[in-house]
């Protein structure tokens, strides 16, 4: 099989997944230069190094002249090389959108959908009086077949896109943060990593408070911080008041992130809401248990018991409890770290299942497509998506 993938954002993502595609398929990867150049740095070599993967970056701009010149690049660039599908991730880039309005009339079109709904607080308000907003709903009305990364997410998809019924399947987000995993530090004991954007749904506070909670039992933890948002402003006072944190707000580059993960003993996300987690998939590249809230599909890559635990939302106790019984079970946190390592090696979250489960997904959108299209030869499959 011949497949393009469309990237503009997540390029991590992208690549793990083309790498693992291209073990049985040729694979193109078109790729937003900066996006590509932040998220892995000098790791964007060992990618194009890989046979049957070709990788095309497209520098990002806002000029309309940028947008054409990259409108016209993608489209060539794909028509050239004349895949069996596309597979773009959920990014509304400007040229990426009107590329595809194009593209899905010749081509199948695959769409991962990593937020079927925006997060709460600022990506809401964001989302409500933006473009970009048109631009999803005409990448869903366009694609053949959709992902996303869980059970609760497809329905989540079918309630806001229900033309779609049918036609979403949950593939897991597969582990990032490293290209290979090798044998890793031993952490630092105590040490609490909340790291990403810091935003309202991420809980922020919660992880606070769990944080002074265990110290005022007398349990040595400290709270490393990496990340900048704007739910950092109403807990500063309390982080820098207290000598148990440790606040890294910054862009936070790929060495460092490495040695964070690293020295990191758990993971904790008392997200408030979510859909899934680039946070949680970056724990298990880097085989840490994760302590998490059950929110979302979090659930279904943070495994209750297996590689992590969960708590309710909004509870800095549980979180805190939870915490607390692994850092004082050296045994069973022992066996959520293997447990981790295996489901992100070659178990369910690694990228080889990952990687066959999308592929069934590209051959039934080709099927599909190929019967449309003997069936109904007159009608375009772009204007039947927009009832034209």
């Not at 990403?196 to 769990?210: E, S």
């Not at 840490?288 to 800095?316: C, F, K, Q, W």
Request: hydrophobic content about 40%; proline content about 5%; glycine content about 8%.
């Amino acid at each position: 099989m011949r497949i393009t993938l469309i990237s503009m954002h997540f390029a991590e993502y992208a690549c793990r997944l083309a790498e693992a595609l291209a073990h049985d398929h040729e694979v193109q990867l078109l790729l937003g230069e900066q996006n590509a150049v932040s998220e892995l740095e000098d790791e964007l070599e060992h990618y194009r190094s890989i046979p049957q993967l070709t990788i095309v970056t497209l520098p990002h701009g806002k000029s309309p002249i940028r947008w054409l010149q990259n409108t016209v690049r993608l489209i060539g660039e794909v028509k050239r090389f004349k895949p069996d599908v596309v597979h773009q991730q959920e990014a509304t880039r400007d040229y990426a959108v009107a590329a595809q309005i194009y593209l899905s009339r010749f081509f199948p079109f695959i769409l991962t959908v990593h937020d079927p709904k925006p997060h709460s607080g600022e990506d809401l308000q964001r989302h409500r009086f933006s473009r970009h907003r048109l631009y999803q709903w005409i990448l869903r009305k366009l694609c053949d077949d959709a992902i996303t990364h869980g059970s609760l997410l497809c329905e989540q998809l079918v309630a806001v896109a229900p033309w779609l019924s049918g036609r979403v399947t949950s593939i897991q987000h597969g582990p990032i943060g490293l290209v290979q995993t090798p044998q890793l530090d031993e952490p630092d004991d105590g040490s609490l990593l909340f790291f990403g954007r810091i935003n309202a749904y991420k809980g922020l506070r919660y992880f606070v408070d769990a944080v002074l909670h265990l110290r005022a039992k007398g349990i040595r933890v400290k709270g490393v911080i990496a990340g900048r948002g704007g739910d950092l402003a109403p807990n500063r006072a309390a982080i820098e008041a207290n000598d148990c944190f440790e606040l890294h707000e910054e862009f936070v580059s790929r060495a460092k992130v490495k040695t964070l993960f690293t020295q990191a003993q758990l993971v904790v996300m008392p997200y408030v809401d979510a859909t899934q987690s680039g946070v949680a998939a970056m724990a298990i590249g880097f085989g840490r248990p994760v302590v998490a809230t059950r929110v979302g599909s979090i659930p279904e890559m943070v495994l209750d018991g297996y590689t992590g635990l969960l708590v309710p939302p909004r509870d800095t106790v549980a979180l805190a409890d939870a915490i607390e019984s692994l850092l004082s079970d050296p045994v069973r946190y022992g066996m959520l770290t293997e447990n981790v390592r295996t489901a992100g090696g070659h178990g369910e979250l690694g990228w080889k299942a990952i990687g066959r489960a999308t592929s069934v997904v590209y051959s039934k959108a080709i099927a599909r497509r190929g019967y449309r299209q003997s069936e109904e030869p007159w009608r375009s499959p772009t204007a039947e998506k927009f009832d034209l």
